[in-house]
């Protein structure tokens, strides 16, 4: 019996791996056959999916062979976890709950809050919105002035510099040139043949030294001539914006060409008793046509009052 019993298993174990084993190859051909079938789609195979899967199962493979104090304690571990969980939501419901009604009232406060801001806001913003424009525009032209002032005084350095470069240049290029032949004559004059030979180099180069004299004073000349005109037309540019300074803050430059020197009379007080203002140690005196209130008042003014 148990040899029959054992024959028949193995018989049939045998058979059904056979029996498999065909099954599956013919399933391996058929989906052979399948995939050279023309219009046969492929299957995508997530890899991500699939190592993350193969990661789990190694774990849990891995974790099996563990020492059962080991994976008990792990348990315990995993308890604990879950248990600090539901503390946590716990104690997150308490504290939503007794949180609600301080931040319902904090909001309510709030809203009070800029309800009385926008009551007020809307009986000032007409005012508000003229002097933020007279304020905009006045400081807008005083930076104006300065960036204008900023800029064109750099364009003044860097024109000067053009220049100087330019004629640097300009000579030193003429200059290797003469150098250059200064030596091949200078070669010439050694190696002459003979006394006619000679004195014809010798005279070249005297010619040629002469040149380089000449060329050198008429670049010192050019060069001193471009330097001298910077200052001056920075000192220009500093008059230009001086006046356009002070005529946007309501003063009278008394220093600088287009003032009124003959305005400064008597001590602190201008032409028709207007005050004087100058900046300390460095001459500059200022005739105050608007004194800084009346500034003030005149861009604070209310939306009903007139420009004038």
């Given at each position: 019996k148990g040899n029959s019993k054992g024959n028949s298993k193995g018989n049939s174990k045998g058979n059904s791996s056979r029996g498999g084993s065909r099954s599956g190859s013919k399933s391996r051909a058929g989906s052979k056959a399948n995939s050279q079938q023309p219009g046969a789609q492929e299957v995508e195979v997530n890899m991500l999916e699939v190592r993350a899967i193969q990661k789990r199962l190694m774990m849990l493979m891995r974790a099996s062979d563990l020492e059962p104090d080991f994976q008990e304690e792990l348990r315990s571990i995993l308890k604990s976890l879950r248990q600090k969980g539901r503390c946590n939501v716990a104690i997150d419901a308490v504290v939503s709950q007794e949180a609600t009604r301080p931040l319902a009232l904090r909001d309510a406060e709030l809203l009070a809050t800029a309800e009385a801001t926008i009551v007020f806001l809307e009986r000032n913003t007409s005012h508000v919105h003229e002097v933020g424009l007279r304020l905009g525009s006045f400081y807008l032209?005083?930076?104006?002035?300065?960036?204008?002032?900023?800029?064109?005084?750099?364009?003044?350095?860097?024109?000067?510099?053009?220049?100087?470069?330019?004629?640097?240049?300009?000579?030193?290029?003429?200059?290797?040139?003469?150098?250059?032949?200064?030596?091949?004559?200078?070669?010439?004059?050694?190696?002459?043949?003979?006394?006619?030979?000679?004195?014809?180099?010798?005279?070249?180069?005297?010619?040629?030294?002469?040149?380089?004299?000449?060329?050198?004073?008429?670049?010192?000349?050019?060069?001193?001539?471009?330097?001298?005109?910077?200052?001056?037309?920075?000192?220009?540019?500093?008059?230009?914006?001086?006046?356009?300074?002070?005529?946007?803050?309501?003063?009278?430059?008394?220093?600088?060409?287009?003032?009124?020197?003959?305005?400064?009379?008597?001590?602190?007080e201008g032409e028709g008793g207007l005050p004087q203002w100058s900046v300390a140690g460095s001459g500059e005196v200022y005739l105050v046509a608007r004194t800084p209130e009346a500034l003030v008042a005149h861009l604070m003014r209310p939306p009903e009052a007139t420009d004038d």
């Open positions: 032209d005083v930076a104006r002035i300065l960036e204008r002032h900023a800029s064109r005084d750099e364009e003044l350095d860097v024109e000067a510099e053009d220049r100087l470069m330019e004629l640097a240049d300009d000579f030193r290029e003429k200059d290797h040139e003469v150098e250059a032949e200064v030596q091949v004559q200078s070669t010439k004059l050694k190696n002459a043949a003979d006394e006619k030979e000679l004195e014809g180099a010798y005279e070249r180069v005297l010619d040629l030294l002469d040149k380089i004299y000449e060329s050198y004073y008429e670049y010192h000349a050019s060069a001193t001539a471009a330097a001298a005109k910077h200052p001056a037309h920075i000192a220009q540019e500093k008059a230009d914006f001086v006046a356009q300074l002070c005529e946007s803050l309501g003063l009278v430059s008394l220093s600088h060409p287009g003032g009124h020197p003959a305005a400064a009379e008597g001590e602190g």
